[in-house]
Structure formats: C-alpha cells, structure tokens
C-alpha cells in the first residue's frame, strides 16, 4: 500500500514537473501532435490538469462500488477524457499549468484528510483487480499524469 506520504511527495512532484515542463516549452512546441492518439501538446497538459479536478470524485465513486465490481465499468473514458480536453481548449499553456497546480494541490489536500479506510479499500478499475485505493492514486493519478508530461516533453525534446 500507498502511504499518505508516498501519495502527497508523488503529486508535489506531479506539480512541479507540470510547472517546470510549462514553462520550458513554447507556445509553438506545446501546439506540436506528441500523443498517440494525435494529440497536441497542449492537450496533453488539458488532459493531465483535468484528471486532477476529479480525484475526490473518482475516489469516492471507485471505493462505493461494490466488492469485485469494475468501477469503471459504465465509464467511457475516451468520452470522458475528449470532454475533459475539450472544456479547456482555449485555455493558454500558463492557465493550464496554473489550473494544474491547484487541482493537485486540492488531491494534496484531499489525500491528507482522507479516511485510512478509503486509502485501505480495495478496488477494481479495468486490468487493476483488488487493488488498494491508494496503489490506484499512485498509478493512475501520479503515475499516469507523470507519463503524459514526459511524453508530451520528449516528443517535442527528440524531434525538435
């Protein structure tokens, strides 16, 4: 499991790549495709800054499915994640990051006065089967946004 710690020191990381990576592009480097799925630099940081307005919401939704249950089973993700995007396409790299930022200050804020039994509680979303909520955070908040940001970082650093 996760410790509260883990998950808080992995967001503030979160935060701070986003706000160092937000700032090293530039406004032509983050309009480049640098996803597979054909997507802009810039929606990456969308996609990466919205996913952090929702943690209380998907926590508290994946932790009262019941036990064994996918709780994501009635989720489009791709419907979800093009909503997301779509909602701040005219949002400027700046207000992204700054959008960002307080998003995963609020999951900071979030995970400290969480329960331990809503940290402790097993949950099943897609392939993660019976997974501790706090594993979940990790890999599909922290872990998930990291991956998007270097992505997005490399494809523009390695094709300039």
Do not use: C
Request: hydrophobic letters at 45%.
């Amino acid at each position: 499991m996760a410790t509260r710690d883990e998950i808080i020191s992995g967001v503030e990381m979160l935060i701070r790549e986003g706000k160092r990576i937000g700032g090293q592009l530039t406004d032509e480097q983050w309009a480049k495709t640098v996803d597979l799925d054909g997507w802009q630099g810039r929606e990456v940081l969308a996609h990466v800054a919205s996913v952090g307005t929702i943690v209380p919401q998907m926590a508290g939704s994946f932790t009262s499915a019941a036990p064994g249950t996918d709780a994501g089973a009635s989720i489009n993700i791709d419907a979800l994640n093009a909503a997301m995007v779509g909602a701040r396409k005219e949002k400027t790299i700046p207000e992204l990051v700054e959008e960002m930022t307080a998003a995963y200050t609020g999951v900071i804020d979030f995970v400290k006065g969480a329960p331990d039994d809503l940290l402790t509680r097993r949950v099943t979303f897609g392939g993660y089967k019976d997974i501790e909520m706090s594993d979940i955070v990790v890999r599909m908040v922290i872990l998930h946004g990291m991956a998007h940001l270097y992505s997005a970082y490399a494809a523009v650093m390695n094709n300039p």
